[in-house]
């Protein structure tokens, strides 16, 4: 997925709150925070706001903001309550100071006896969630599990589908069944074969888990489903788990292939061929190098950069007599399978590969793209990146580090968070697909610690970091960008970069597409929006409607112009980061005139847009 980046500021959020033009520097406090927000090149934007959450598992906790709340101005003042609690004198003086004020017990506070009397209720709040939090349809449930109740079977029989009726159906005739109809990119409505009030109900539920976040969700799908815990086992990923399991169910015909009579389809001093397309990172061929040894000759096609072959994490099985193919170029080709020619290519390659025999069998799962489908909700492609010097480059994923398969050479001591995104240059036939790495924030460049300064000055930096690494006569290299800043009451400039245009492998119809560059040259295809903050708290920033430019205030303090901003005001990386939050630009959500099917309930262009114009002017 690729990504826009897009920074905002959050002034203040009431005109009445606001300084006036001869107390810009001392005025009272206003009411707006700084927000930093990148627009997401991969089908997703991030929003982010100041709540904090659990500081274990930071940095993959991202909530969804498509159901926009009505937020009071109020809500976006810096309010810090102090208390203390004094010790319980001799003869409970509070008491008595409180009965010659009127207090009666049993009765609440106030001169109409309005106070709360029942004590405070123990706390329910559940996972990450805001205290007090409560979402409709998550209620605790009411039943006691008793696991021992529970029947968990491990075998499996297998039955076979036989047809001895119906003759073989050519491809022209199945070929006239194919009609092509309009998008359909809601289920509410598809009750041919349904009940109605089923299929509402259903999705009703499935809807209340959208509101988890995925720290609860994995704990849940994990108690739900004992099979969870099983995992990747000693391979790679589930994939070779699955694979694993299906070859055992059918007798190990995958491994070790026989005929009807129990011959050996394989015969003497012949290797076992195999094919693993659309495979990546390689689960499936893992299993099988590891069942079979050098004894085992397989061949993977599948697309290049992220979603390539990680042989070097195989662990079980080994890699040296597995050989990848991307089609057209072999080696250097992209290994698109909605591509004939590369179909083509790889089909001629393995069957010179096997003296015109081909393989004995062919492993295949591959699904669309979340960028041909629209949305990247669930795709995990931003993620930190730590480079050691030249091609030594690791990117954490799944809770560990592993060394990336593209060839991208990092100073030593360089840790910054960010993404591969794939620009599209040109139109129609001769259109390319690039991929480069985006810089999102970072916190160390090549060994100088970044992370304490604004994240505009963060980001000149990396912009900076990016212009001395890139090499034009190293095609080989990926390429490495920093996404672009805007404040958030500038969030029209980038709807106004939002175009639709032909792109490939799009069926011929145009997609929406983000301008990368004033000219429209780069482009990709956008997500989301991702917002960080930039101010830290109690600090505000604000606009001097006599001066027009962004000063920084604080209660008890000094205001300061932009240019002045005092080093205690900017949020760190960290207080940047953690907090942020993410608009998603799935189906339903209109952010293009162009777009028509929307769904009540997701945030809308407009409403974010009303939003920030009442908060930021």
Same mark, same amino acid.
């Given at each position: 997925?690729?990504?826009?980046?897009?920074?905002?500021?959050?002034?203040?959020?009431?005109?009445?709150?606001?300084?006036?033009?001869?107390?810009?520097?001392?005025?009272?406090?206003?009411?707006?925070?700084?927000?930093?927000?990148?627009?997401?090149?991969?089908?997703?934007?991030?929003?982010?706001?100041?709540?904090?959450?659990?500081?274990?598992?930071?940095?993959?906790?991202?909530?969804?903001?498509?159901?926009?709340?009505?937020?009071?101005?109020?809500?976006?003042?810096?309010?810090?309550?102090?208390?203390?609690?004094?010790?319980?004198?001799?003869?409970?003086?509070?008491?008595?100071?409180?009965?010659?004020?009127?207090?009666?017990?049993?009765?609440?506070?106030?001169?109409?006896?309005?106070?709360?009397?029942?004590?405070?209720?123990?706390?329910? $709040?559940?996972?990450?969630?805001?205290?007090?939090?409560?979402?409709?349809?998550?209620?605790?449930?009411?039943?006691?599990?008793?696991?021992?109740?529970?029947?968990?079977?491990?075998?499996?029989?297998?039955?076979?589908?036989?047809?001895?009726?119906?003759?073989?159906?050519?491809?022209?005739?199945?070929?006239?069944?194919?009609?092509?109809?309009?998008?359909?990119?809601?289920?509410?409505?598809?009750?041919?074969?349904?009940?109605?009030?089923?299929?509402?109900?259903?999705?009703?539920?499935?809807?209340?888990?959208?509101?988890?976040?995925?720290?609860?969700?994995?704990?849940?799908?994990?108690?739900?489903?004992?099979?969870?815990?099983?995992?990747?086992?000693?391979?790679?990923?589930?994939?070779?788990?699955?694979?694993?399991?299906?070859?055992?169910?059918?007798?190990?015909?995958?491994?070790?292939?026989?005929?009807?009579?129990?011959?050996?389809?394989?015969?003497? +001093?012949?290797?076992?061929?195999?094919?693993?397309?659309?495979? +990546?990172?390689?689960?499936?061929?893992?299993?099988?190098?590891?069942?079979?040894?050098?004894?085992?000759?397989?061949?993977?096609?599948?697309?290049?950069?992220?979603?390539?072959?990680?042989?070097?994490?195989?662990?079980?099985?080994?890699?040296?007599?597995?050989?990848?193919?991307?089609?057209?170029?072999?080696?250097?080709?992209?290994?698109?399978?909605?591509?004939?020619?590369?179909?083509?290519?790889?089909?001629?390659?393995?069957?010179?590969?096997?003296?015109?025999?081909?393989?004995?069998?062919?492993?295949?799962?591959?699904?669309?793209?979340?960028?041909?489908?629209?949305?990247?909700?669930?795709?995990?492609?931003?993620?930190?990146?730590?480079?050691?010097?030249?091609?030594?480059?690791?990117?954490?994923?799944?809770?560990?580090?592993?060394?990336?398969?593209?060839?991208?050479?990092?100073?030593?001591?360089?840790?910054?968070?960010?993404?591969?995104?794939?620009?599209?240059?040109?139109?129609?036939?001769?259109?390319?697909?690039?991929?480069?790495?985006?810089?999102?924030?970072?916190?160390?460049?090549?060994?100088?610690?970044?992370?304490?300064?604004?994240?505009?000055?963060?980001?000149?930096?990396?912009?900076?970091?990016?212009?001395?690494?890139?090499?034009?006569?190293?095609?080989?290299?990926?390429?490495?960008?920093?996404?672009?800043?805007?404040?958030?009451?500038?969030?029209? $400039?980038?709807?106004?970069?939002?175009?639709?245009?032909?792109?490939?492998?799009?069926?011929?119809?145009?997609?929406?597409?983000?301008?990368?560059?004033?000219? +429209?040259?780069?482009?990709?295809?956008?997500?989301?929006?991702?917002?960080?903050?930039?101010?830290?708290?109690?600090?505000?920033?604000?606009?001097?409607?006599?001066? $027009?430019?962004?000063?920084?205030?604080?209660?008890?303090?000094?205001?300061?112009?932009?240019?002045?901003?005092?080093?205690?005001?900017?949020?760190?990386?960290?207080?940047?980061?953690?907090?942020?939050?993410?608009?998603?630009?799935?189906?339903?959500?209109?952010?293009?005139?162009?777009?028509?099917?929307?769904?009540?309930?997701?945030?809308?262009?407009?409403?974010?847009?009303?939003?920030?114009?009442?908060?930021?002017?």
């Amino acid at each position: 997925m690729s990504h826009l980046g897009m920074r905002g500021s959050n002034l203040s959020d009431s005109s009445e709150n606001e300084s006036s033009d001869d107390n810009a520097a001392s005025g009272p406090p206003p009411s707006k925070r700084q927000l930093s927000m990148f627009p997401h090149s991969g089908e997703s934007f991030e929003i982010q706001d100041e709540a904090s959450s659990d500081s274990q598992d930071e940095f993959s906790h991202m909530p969804n903001i498509n159901e926009f709340p009505t937020t009071s101005k109020n809500n976006f003042t810096n309010n810090m309550v102090q208390y203390s609690e004094e010790p319980n004198v001799k003869g409970n003086t509070a008491q008595k100071i409180m009965e010659r004020m009127g207090y009666k017990a049993g009765r609440g506070l106030g001169k109409h006896d309005q106070g709360r009397v029942d004590p405070v209720e123990m706390s329910k $709040q559940r996972g990450r969630r805001g205290l007090g939090l409560h979402i409709p349809g998550l209620e605790a449930a009411t039943l006691v599990w008793k696991s021992d109740l529970e029947v968990i079977t491990h075998e499996e029989h297998v039955h076979w589908l036989e047809d001895e009726e119906h003759s073989s159906l050519a491809a022209e005739q199945m070929e006239d069944w194919i009609v092509e109809g309009k998008p359909k990119l809601v289920i509410d409505d598809e009750t041919n074969f349904c009940d109605s009030n089923i299929l509402r109900n259903v999705i009703s539920g499935k809807n209340v888990f959208d509101q988890l976040d995925p720290h609860e969700m994995m704990k849940a799908r994990t108690r739900s489903n004992p099979f969870e815990t099983i995992r990747g086992g000693i391979f790679l990923n589930r994939a070779a788990m699955k694979m694993a399991n299906m070859d055992k169910v059918f007798d190990f015909m995958f491994t070790k292939p026989v005929d009807e009579i129990g011959e050996s389809l394989v015969a003497p +001093g012949e290797l076992l061929y195999f094919a693993d397309v659309c495979a +990546g990172p390689g689960g499936f061929s893992e299993y099988v190098l590891w069942r079979c040894g050098w004894q085992a000759k397989g061949f993977g096609f599948t697309l290049r950069a992220q979603n390539d072959f990680k042989l070097s994490n195989f662990y079980a099985g080994h890699c040296e007599t597995f050989e990848t193919h991307y089609g057209v170029g072999g080696s250097e080709g992209d290994g698109d399978v909605f591509k004939q020619e590369n179909i083509n290519c790889f089909s001629e390659h393995v069957i010179s590969q096997t003296n015109g025999q081909g393989v004995h069998f062919m492993m295949a799962d591959g699904g669309f793209s979340v960028e041909v489908l629209g949305s990247s909700r669930e795709r995990k492609n931003c993620t930190f990146y730590l480079g050691m010097g030249r091609n030594k480059v690791y990117r954490f994923e799944e809770g560990r580090w592993r060394k990336v398969v593209e060839l991208i050479e990092l100073s030593p001591d360089t840790l910054f968070y960010g993404e591969i995104v794939q620009e599209l240059h040109g139109e129609g036939r001769s259109q390319r697909k690039i991929p480069i790495l985006h810089i999102i924030d970072a916190i160390f460049l090549g060994g100088k610690d970044i992370s304490k300064l604004h994240i505009t000055e963060r980001l000149k930096l990396c912009r900076k970091f990016c212009q001395a690494l890139n090499k034009s006569t190293r095609t080989d290299l990926m390429p490495i960008r920093t996404k672009q800043l805007f404040d958030l009451e500038y969030i029209d $400039q980038i709807f106004d970069r939002l175009k639709m245009r032909s792109v490939k492998n799009a069926g011929g119809h145009p997609r929406l597409v983000f301008n990368l560059d004033s000219d +429209g040259e780069r482009f990709c295809l956008p997500g989301g929006v991702l917002i960080l903050k930039g101010t830290q708290t109690p600090f505000m920033r604000c606009l001097s409607k006599r001066f $027009q430019e962004k000063y920084y205030f604080c209660p008890n303090k000094d205001s300061k112009f932009d240019k002045d901003r005092p080093n205690e005001a900017c949020a760190n990386f960290y207080n940047s980061f953690h907090p942020r939050y993410v608009w998603w630009w799935e189906p339903g959500v209109v952010v293009h005139e162009q777009h028509t099917d929307k769904i009540e309930g997701k945030l809308q262009r407009h409403q974010i847009s009303e939003f920030v114009y009442t908060k930021c002017t």
